[in-house]
């Protein structure tokens, strides 16, 4: 199974989720986290460092033996990093969606970050994936982005139409009650593909991140906050079922 995290803008918690459903996914069988943005903090969080690893992701998009740096036994990566630029400039699109075959078979899950550009590194995994995961935060920026949403999964879903599509409201504020309008909002638009629950901000799940585990392997984690993110992640997991 490819699951694919995405959103159009950044600070969205989008690699923090990757991450979780990379490290839960791993406690059932084997998971490759691919990271596909220059910043690189999937593997930052997952490796603790994104310098002298071999191997990187832009290798996806080549020809040569992919060689996945392990982080444990049934966890491994393809870092991110300033390499990857080359694959917007260089590589067309049309050639990059036939990539799918490159990954699908190296582990049980394959969990994609990608970039927050669009560009080549953010559609091409689109066509790859079996669910697509949106990450918003409940603000009026993703409401003026949900109908080029759908427009970009009618595109995609010509080529891939299996395609899932699972959304993940994140960084809600429970006191806020213009986010719980939005949130409503959301509701309406994406109906079953929102995952619940909506998850709130979170310094345990931000502390969890920094000492790279998981929300509920954290020393000081909040139970109801660790809880919440692992039910949304066995949700995704589970394959889009509701």
Known sequence: MIITVTNQKGGVGKTTLACHLAWRAA???TCLAID??????????LLGRTVGIPGDAAGVFGDDPLAPAPISDRLALLPGGMELKEIDE???LREAIDRRDRIKDL???????????????QVAPYFWSDILVL?????????KGMADVRNTLDR????????????????????????????????REFGDDLVRPVLAESRSISGAVSERVSAWDYAYKSPVRAKAMKTVCEEILG????
């Not at 582990?107 to 590194?121: H, Q």
């Not at 990450?135 to 993703?142: A, E, G, H, K």
């Not at 394959?239 to 509701?242: C, H, I, L, S, V």
């Open 107 to 121: 582990a049980d899950v394959i969990v994609i970050d990608t970039p927050p550009a669009i560009g080549v590194r």
């Open 239 to 242: 394959g889009g079922e509701n």
């Open 90 to 92: 260089g590589v067309e």
């Open 135 to 143: 990450v918003l935060t409940p603000d009026v920026f993703s409401l």
């Open 27 to 29: 406690e059932d069988g």
């Open 36 to 45: 596909l943005d220059t910043q690189a903090n999937l593997t930052q969080t």
């Open 156 to 187: 995609v879903r010509t080529r891939n139409p299996g395609l899932i599509l699972r959304v993940v409201v994140n960084r809600h504020h429970p006191d806020a009650p213009r986010e719980r309008e939005i949130i409503d909002l959301i509701a």
